[in-house]
């Protein structure tokens, strides 16, 4: 049976398919709502998207995604350098950041190590995050990690690599269900958690 549409929205779709939600069928919904809405809504987005592309950068501080390097967080002189709070994925930091719960700084460590996924130590900015923590006066680092069986293996190699330094170690307290993840909580939830964080 031939293809109800051409190669060019069978791109579409298999392109959306891709995305963290979309399936096949929610991917051939949402090219068919582009298509629909192609004036007021495609044009826009795909001049969005090439503008991102063309200008998003990660920080090399911290690893936000933002349009300037250092980030936007980062450059803030009202956050306190004492506190680092680390995080899985950049999702995680702006998860903390709608929630209002963070007044320090961030350390996206770009995954957590798993075994099964052949995720080691030296594929995550751990050094980067150990050289942080080391040089910048700080006297707390947050491990607002996902409550996960690989982010309380990674929060365990954390506090190791941290040990030897004059700092407090904390973690997000149990408001945070076991198997949750950070960008999929509430604010209430997130802001709770961040204030209960206890020492690991």
């Not at 390097?69 to 930091?93: A, F, G, K, N």
Request: proline content about 5%.
């Amino acid at each position: 049976m031939a293809d109800p549409a051409g190669p060019e929205i069978q791109r579409l779709i298999q392109l959306l398919a891709r995305l963290p939600g979309l399936g096949p069928r929610s991917a051939r919904r949402a090219a068919l709502h582009l298509i629909k809405k192609r004036e007021h809504l495609m044009g826009p987005l795909a001049e969005a998207m090439a503008l991102a592309a063309e200008r998003v950068v990660t920080c090399s501080h911290c690893g936000n995604a933002d349009t300037s390097d250092p980030c936007t967080i980062c450059r803030d002189q009202r956050r306190d350098p004492s506190t680092i709070v680390v995080v899985e994925d950049v999702s995680d930091l702006w998860a903390l950041e709608r929630a209002g719960a963070v007044s320090g700084r961030y350390h996206v460590l770009g995954g957590v190590l798993s075994a099964l996924d052949g995720v080691r130590p030296e594929d995550l900015a751990i050094p980067r995050l150990v050289e942080r923590a080391a040089s910048e006066g700080v006297r707390e680092v947050v491990l607002a990690l996902n409550a996960t069986v690989d982010g309380q293996t990674t929060a365990h190699y954390l506090t190791d690599a941290l040990s030897h330094l004059n700092l407090k170690v904390t973690r997000l307290a149990h408001g945070v269900p076991v198997g949750g993840e950070l960008d999929y909580l509430d604010e209430g939830t997130l802001a709770a958690a961040m204030r209960q964080r206890t020492t690991f």
